[in-house]
């Protein structure tokens, strides 16, 4: 008979992680990108997104100044850029030309979007706490870009082409085949886009 | 080449989310089940964890009042139990007689955890925030209950065994191979459990 066993240390145990790029700009308009497995939506109207941020990172104070960032979300093929980007600092780095990434200009911030992440979230910050080791940082999502050959004639993002990554715990694992859809086991046809 | 094209509407979109299994209590001691995809790490230390709820969800609530939570976090087998609770209400179901899952108490709050899923953190709310459409609720983790076949010696996980289950927007996606480990651009061998 399965038994649950108490672990030693209380640590978030989440083992289906988004991973995602934030950049963000310095009062100069220089822009940096930090890659985060602490992100998560929080609220559907306004839409907003939750990050935590360690006070060291250089991103900190940056989104803290600027009261703005954008949610670059990858794909499986950037694992190796989003690895990387966590090893160097912003301070000393220009992790665009280093990696070989491409800033395209955002419609409603300043910061800057990452061409190659095919889903872009454009945010202004509306809440911070700090929580400990983190600062919460909580961003109304102001406008969203996609790849245009991912945007169907509704204007609404086509998920089913995406090869998303995520992390469990600490291991990038890249797409799988579904396995159902948010609703499946009530409706006959799928809700497409459900607002959760 | 790649142009991006702006979505009509601005709305969270993630498609890399979590999907997890909250527990809570009503002030009589019933237990209710609510699958949330508003979810995610915030803080490292102390352990913390955000959850957005709307105010007609019977949760909502429940943890106001009750002060506490259970995040149980499933795998791929619970894919029709997860969506299943979300299509029914605790106002007039008991989920877990309803879907076969198995409550067993929890070591330092009174919401159970559900022994069907194999990693579950304990929670006490610590913050909440009115967003919107959702409320904020940032609950530290105070236990973290495994299954005890997965924890290894030295009392950490072994996430390796575990076969996720997560969103690509609004469809289930199961478990895929890793490709890589935080960390796997710059060191020869993993860290494993890194703390972000």
Redesign the interface.
Known sequence: M???????????????????LVTCTDDKGSANIIPL????????????????IRPSRYSYNLIKKSGEFV?N?PC?DL??EV??C??CSGRNTDKFERFHLTP?PA?KVSSP?I?ECP????CRL??F?S????G?F?GE?????????L?RED???N??C?K???????????????????????FRE???????
Request: positive net charge.
């Open positions: 399965k038994t649950l066993a108490q672990i030693k240390q209380p640590m978030i145990g989440l083992f289906n992680l988004p991973v995602v497995g602490w992100v998560g939506g929080v609220c559907s109207s306004p839409p907003q997104i939750a990050l935590g949610v979300i499986v694992v190796k690895d990387k966590g090893f395209l419609s979007l061409k889903v872009n979230l454009e509306r809440h706490l929580l400990g080791s983190h919460l909580i999502i102001v406008a969203v870009q996609a790849d245009k050959e945007v204007g609404e993002i998920y089913s995406l998303p990554l995520y992390l469990r715990h600490d291991e990038y694992c890249g797409p799988s085949e579904p396995v159902g859809y948010y609703g499946f086991t009530k799928r809700v497409v886009n459900k607002v959760f």
